[in-house]
């Protein structure tokens, strides 16, 4: 399986950015694909943006325009560039990865890490 922790979240104005990074290890060759969810209080968790192993991306109408997913293979690395932050944006966010080994799927998060967007 694939362990994942996630950095970057914290405090920021509308209209300021954030980049959140998720450090991967484990069984990385296994990934067919990761992405970035969040949760707002008394919401249900949403997918933010998604990329495969491929590099096939997928954003949320939300974040559409806004939000860049990316990764650096050499680092096991995905990250989540945030501009143009809105109050609408504050929830954990929390990274994903989808793997497989044989004929079993496996689904791992990491902690999440907070961001809040606030005057």
């Known amino acids: 399986q694939v362990q994942l922790v996630e950095s970057g979240g914290g405090l920021v104005q509308p209209g300021g950015s954030l980049r959140l990074s998720c450090a991967a290890s484990?069984?990385?060759?296994?990934?067919?694909?990761m992405g970035w969810y969040r949760q707002a209080p008394g919401e249900e968790r949403e997918l933010v943006a998604q990329?495969?192993?491929?590099?096939?991306?997928t954003y949320a109408d939300s974040a559409k325009g806004r939000f860049t997913i990316s990764r650096d293979n050499a680092k096991n690395t995905l990250y989540l560039q945030m501009n143009s932050l809105k109050p609408e944006d504050t929830a954990v966010y929390y990274c994903?990865?989808?793997?497989?080994?044989?004929?079993?799927?496996?689904?791992?998060w990491g902690q999440g890490t907070q961001v809040t967007v606030s005057s």
């Open positions: 484990g069984s990385i060759f296994s990934i067919l694909y």
């Open positions: 990329i495969t192993s491929t590099g096939t991306i």
């Open positions: 994903q990865a989808t793997s497989a080994s044989g004929s079993r799927v496996y689904v791992n």
